[in-house]
């Protein structure tokens, strides 16, 4: 006889139990979008750029523009195709939610093509935009076909560099920095100079093993093969100087094979031409000094003082 009354009392304390899990539940998610968003706001407080940039580095070369706005223009792209996408989704959960009363289920629909077909040509579309911009860019980053007005030959070697400037007929040659907190290790670093709002032709060589070379401030990377040449070209925009490195794990000390950019103006840069000049680096590093055998077509893509090195 008392097992109804037992029944009874169940479902009627099953809501109070479920509430408080819920408001709980809905407690938890909210901190945990609460530390999400801090997170990202101490991890976008890192960032070198602002939001008109996309938290890029400030642009300092006329490849770094370029990059910038393909970088921020498919933000843009991708940001109003989700805010499409979720508003889509926000009217469909609000407009067919299950009312109070309401037990019918709504139309069962097995497929509806005008849809799918919509689903799929859209992201089709949107991939193959973004392929389009991207080659572009790609191929005029690498393209050389523009007069520079000067070149340097980078030899790339473990774990320094190397840098001849052709039109000056001089070269400087580094070696390996061991970075161990000492103070003054990092005046030791090679130094490569440019001249600000001068066309650079970089022709790309490595001695032993694959490099890349990397200025992260000029926004380029560029891989460097044994017994290959690469070459690109950019204008750097912004007097400064800015960090080098090798983006391409090359061996033990790989992480140290660093050098440092000097973007300087015009009579500064003759000034340290003379310099080098002075001390004794006249000449040219020859670059088939390497462990591969050129490839008979990327021998003439190298400047021919550079070949086997003028000073030879």
């Not at 015009?266 to 031409?273: G, I, K, L, V």
Request: net charge neutral; glycine share 8%; with cysteine.
């Amino acid at each position: 006889m008392h097992l109804v009354p037992e029944l009874e009392d169940t479902p009627a304390a099953s809501p109070a139990v479920t509430t408080v899990g819920g408001e709980t539940g809905r407690r938890r998610t909210g901190l945990r979008l609460a530390g999400i968003a801090a997170l990202a706001a101490v991890a976008l407080s890192g960032c070198q750029g602002q939001v008109s940039n996309g938290y890029l580095p400030p642009v300092v070369s006329d490849s770094g523009q370029r990059v910038t706005d393909l970088w921020v223009n498919s933000w843009i792209a991708v940001l109003a195709v989700g805010a499409v996408t979720w508003g889509l989704m926000l009217y469909a959960a609000v407009r067919f939610r299950k009312r109070k009363g309401d037990e019918t289920l709504p139309v069962q629909l097995r497929y509806n093509v005008p849809m799918e077909m919509l689903y799929t040509v859209i992201p089709v579309f949107m991939v193959a935009v973004f392929f389009y911009y991207t080659a572009r860019d790609e191929a005029r980053l690498v393209d050389t076909s523009t007069k520079q007005d000067l070149t340097v030959s980078v030899v790339a070697k473990q774990w320094s560099w190397d840098f001849n400037y052709v039109d000056s007929n001089v070269h400087e040659t580094g070696v390996h920095t061991e970075l161990d907190g000492t103070e003054g290790k990092r005046a030791t670093m090679p130094v490569l100079y440019l001249p600000v709002n001068k066309r650079v032709e970089f022709v790309l060589n490595a001695r032993d093993v694959i490099h890349s070379f990397w200025v992260p401030a000029f926004m380029m990377k560029m891989d460097i093969l044994p017994g290959k040449t690469n070459k690109f070209q950019l204008t750097p925009t912004q007097v400064g100087t800015f960090q080098g490195k090798c983006a391409e794990l090359c061996g033990a000390y790989h992480s140290q094979m660093l050098f440092m950019v000097k973007v300087v103006p015009q009579a500064e840069y003759d000034q340290e031409m003379a310099r080098l000049k002075s001390i004794g680096n006249e000449g040219l590093i020859p670059v088939d000094a390497s462990r591969e055998h050129m490839v008979t077509g990327d021998i003439q893509k190298i400047p021919a003082p550079v070949r086997s090195g003028s000073n030879q």
